[in-house]
């Protein structure tokens, strides 16, 4: 099997430079690909202030960050990509994107190159389908944020083959990272279960059953989660949230997974959570306020 000296990745937001950024620290070389300048620079800052945040606690050296720092180039061109052994494509969760995405990665890249996808929730199988290589197509979901959490849900479309999947197991055995196997089926494992939670806090919200600060203390205190509901879903994005619902009700045609009108309203409104200001709460001020 070809081993992996250097990783694209196309997409420098949340996810992108996340997956740059543990890339970069297991000793890979890293070359992200953006259309946005200003995005490419955002995404220089927020790794080195989250690889600063690392050093302050001793989890790398200063040498570890200089290092890795240094592995990792930006480039608004795909010519950038001409020499990666695996790309991953980390853009908006929308097919069409992703789909126009690949068109042009797989002009730019090495034949022998592997192609992967961070999406949370689309069709490997067609995503790879699109591609001159679907056997040496796999899906990388990374959990937000990636420096942080340990899984990797590893998603085989119906061409993946034995040495792609190999490559995946041994490229998140080298990044540190917990493998869960899932089938190639809507929002495979995590958002399976996670999104229709979130939905159902939302519903919860909109028939009055209590308030943003009720759903999340609730949650948080009665179910011991880290975090509430509705504020993991501002952390998240809450178009990505509706884009997820989306596809879990497409895909499986069941009305237990109908978007909540009032987060289509959010999204509409272009309130969507933390990157853009205001969710379920406004970032705004000094400390969060609900918005509702």
Not at 121 to 145: C, K, Q, V, Y
Not at 236 to 265: E, F, W
């Amino acid at each position: 099997m070809t081993e992996l000296r250097k990783i694209g990745v196309v997409g420098a937001g949340q996810m992108g430079n996340g997956i740059a950024h543990v890339c970069a620290l297991s000793g890979y070389n890293v070359a992200i690909n953006d259309i946005a300048d200003e995005s490419l620079k955002k995404a220089d800052a927020t790794i080195r202030k989250n690889m600063a945040r690392q050093v302050s606690r001793e989890v790398i050296s200063q040498e570890e960050m200089d290092i890795a720092m240094g592995r990792i180039t930006f480039s608004t061109s795909m010519s950038s990509l001409s020499d990666v052994d695996l790309a991953i494509e980390a853009a908006t969760e929308k097919e069409a994107i992703k789909v126009q995405i690949f068109e042009s990665l797989v002009k730019a890249v090495p034949k022998t190159a592997w192609l992967a996808s961070n999406t949370s929730s689309i069709s490997i199988t067609r995503l790879a389908s699109t591609t001159d290589r679907p056997e040496r197509f796999i899906g990388l979901h990374f959990m937000n944020p990636v420096p942080v959490m340990q899984l990797i849900e590893v998603i085989r479309g119906l061409a993946t083959d034995q040495e792609t999947y190999e490559m995946a197991l041994g490229f998140a055995e080298r990044l540190h990272k917990t493998v869960a196997n899932a089938e190639d089926f809507p929002a495979f494992i995590v958002n399976r279960v996670l999104m229709p939670m979130i939905n159902e806090a939302v519903y919860t919200l909109y028939e009055g059953v209590g308030t943003v600060e009720g759903i999340d203390t609730a949650m948080k205190l009665g179910a011991n989660h880290p975090m509430g509901p509705l504020q993991l879903a501002d952390f998240i994005g809450l178009d990505t949230c509706l884009s997820i619902m989306q596809v879990l009700h497409d895909g499986l045609a069941d009305t237990k997974y109908r978007p909540c009108p009032l987060l289509v309203k959010y999204v509409e409104a272009g309130w969507l959570g933390r990157k853009t200001g205001r969710g379920f709460y406004d970032y705004r001020g000094d400390a969060p306020i609900p918005t509702r």
